[in-house]
């Protein structure tokens, strides 16, 4: 058989029959197909991405003929007001701060707060540290699902004929962007449900909810926008990476099914990826090439890497991945190229986005996972493989790898097929192909080193990573620990000197604040107005902590301390109020999903769950407040428990705060270490008593 080749659970999760299997080939392909999946759509939609934008044209190669609006957003708010019974679930990774630039700021505020209640937005900030959510999924009521490298975002779409003069190949601001190349897969029956089985086990990880199956669909192939699928009733296996934790083992399924597939490989290896840093796969094809001397090799890839973190950490990756091919003598075997676009006058090359690995006529995979080290073991991965079980089958994987081919080289798919033939080699038959688009070859030199490469493309999570060599001089022992304790202190350095030199301050600055309290009366009526002001503070979600050292820089140690602890205590239980008053329903409409992890987090044990939520805060101090106050913690409980939490940094803030502030406005070397001894202090204070209400729980 075929697919013997799978082996769950050690390189596959499950192995499912699909009804039907459908590849689709660049954006507008996929983004018409799915939007008449949607269209078809009676109850549930789940879309889990690594990026989504709202304002992403889902559209094909053609304009839609539904009336409805072209923009994601717009049109999933159109398909809910039309089917009062559809409900649309949207999960997206958390990233970190430096992604933000090329993502919708207001994402959520527009998904969550701008749509209708049946579309429930969540951001999926349950991974590890340094790990990302990178599958690309969506589940269409449990009756087809679409994965692969394709998030809906913007800069994405693009037809297959990638045209330099195309007019809608532009962003939201009208700019244009370079040809764009992706691949995504489509599965019903079995492997659908399977795959809507994986997406809300990643949604009940990042919202503690859980999603029913929806039982038996009945969505068939025409409804889901394709009429002729590639495939029916085929074997397709579903592969996962998933990150370790503290609590669970990582699942490495994507790395042992590429290494499996590539030992079956006998005559040809096709492979489109974006990042081609993962040694043991480099090795592990050329170890097949030396036991099969008629295997080759040929590798599309992006021309160059953009930005300089991909620069300066994936490129080096990529060169030194084929050189594992020049050591071996295999130079000749295998062939790294690139897609340009356009004429002798114009070109412009064209980014390869997809992850396809095709091995001879047997297995076509198509997914999320690149062949890079996060991928492997790091970053949250579905990758989609089809086992060609019939001759119809395996003539069909032939044709979607000589498909795909012909679009890079600007040719027909029966060139490409008939060069193939004649040729005897894969390699050979695209040697010279090409008129508006053409392969060429990549040449580039190993980018300057930095030392970030096992930041930026780990196999595991960054606080699984041992010590690595060479850093600190091979001393240490635990390098990430240092590396956290460094970033916090770079961190405040550039804080204060963003505080002191870009006039950033104003009601930000607690000195700025502190001359707004020191105008204030002592005693009774000066405590009663610092109370006043933190309630204020709190009804717009004002940090306390600013606050907490405001007063302290205002008052000192006494009475600054009651007048703190005071008025932090009159701003929760003022939000705990509101919150009671308007109950949950309110909270979920404008919160989301996420409120049920919060919910869980704050009421679970009374006076231990809130002191711990105050301790390690997972949300804002008013957030805290409200849900509290809207799933009726009771109100004792809840007071002791805020008390109890807020001691530590009350303290250490209250006796300190003056000169933490000169820390961050005036850094000084002496200054800074003070910032962050009174951290580290803070830090472990919360954590020891964390310790003993985890001990008293368990008792």
Known sequence: ????????????????????????????????????????ARRRIVIVGWDVDSRTRLVGAEPPNDDLPEELGPFLTALVERTPDLRIKILVWKSPLFYTLDRQAEVE?????????????AFDDELPSGSAQHQKIVVVDD????????????????????????ARRVDPAGKPYPPFHDVQMAVTGEAAEAVAELVAERWRAATHETLQPLGRPALTAPKMGIAEPHFRDVSVAIARTMPSDSEEAG????????????????????????????????????????????????????????????????QNGRVRFIDVFRQAGLSDRIALLACEVGDDERREAKMIHAKVMIVDDRYLRVGSANLANRSMGADSECDLVVAAERPADRAMVRRIRDELIAEHCGCTVDVVGRAIDEKGSLLAAVAGAGK???????????????????????????????????????????QWRWLAAGALVIAVVLAGLAWRYSGAVGVADPRELANVMETFPGGVVGGVLVAGLFVLAGLVAFPVTLLIGATAIAFGAWPGLPYAAGGALASALTTYGIGRLIGP????????????????????????????????????????????????????????????????????????????????????????LLLVAVLVAWALTSFGLQVLISRWRRR
């Open 251 to 314: 699942v490495r399924e994507v790395e042992a099914l590429f290494a499996d597939m590539i030992d079956v490989a006998e005559r040809a290896v096709y492979i489109e990826n974006q990042f081609l840093t993962c040694l043991p796969v480099a090795e592990r094809l050329v170890r097949r090439m030396l036991e099969r001397p008629a295997l080759e090799v040929l590798v599309v890839a992006p021309l160059k890497h953009h930005t300089w973190i991909e620069h300066t950490t994936m």
């Open 436 to 478: 508006g688009c053409r392969l060429v070859d990549v040449d580039e030199e190993e980018a300057t080193a930095v030392g970030m490469e096992w930041i930026a493309d780990p196999d595991r999570p960054l606080t699984d990573i041992e010590p690595i060599a060479g850093l600190s001089g091979g001393r240490g022992r635990h």
């Open 143 to 166: 009756a087809i699902a679409f994965s692969g490298g394709l998030d809906l975002t913007i800069r994405r779409w693009d037809t297959r004929d990638h045209d330099l003069d195309d």
């Open 109 to 121: 505020v527009v998904l969550q707060w701008g749509t209708p209640a049946a579309i429930e937005f």
């Open 585 to 672: 329903d309110v909270l979920r409409r404008r919160m989301g999903p996420r409120m049920t992890r919060l919910r869980e987090a704050v009421s679970e044990r009374g006076v231990l769950a809130v002191a711990g939520v105050r301790l390690l805060p997972v949300a804002p101090f008013s957030i805290v407040n409200l849900i509290a106050g809207a799933f009726r913690i009771p109100v004792v409980d809840y007071t002791v428990g805020t008390l109890l939490g807020l001691a530590p940094g009350l303290v250490l803030l209250t006796a300190l705060g003056d000169r933490l502030v000169a820390a961050i406005r005036e850094p000084t070397l002496w200054r800074v």
């Open 1 to 40: 058989m075929a697919d013997a080749v799978f082996d769950p659970p050690r390189n596959a999760w499950r192995v499912v029959r699909a009804e039907a299997a459908h590849v689709l080939v660049d954006a507008a392909d996929y983004f018409g197909a799915l939007r008449r999946a949607m269209l078809a």
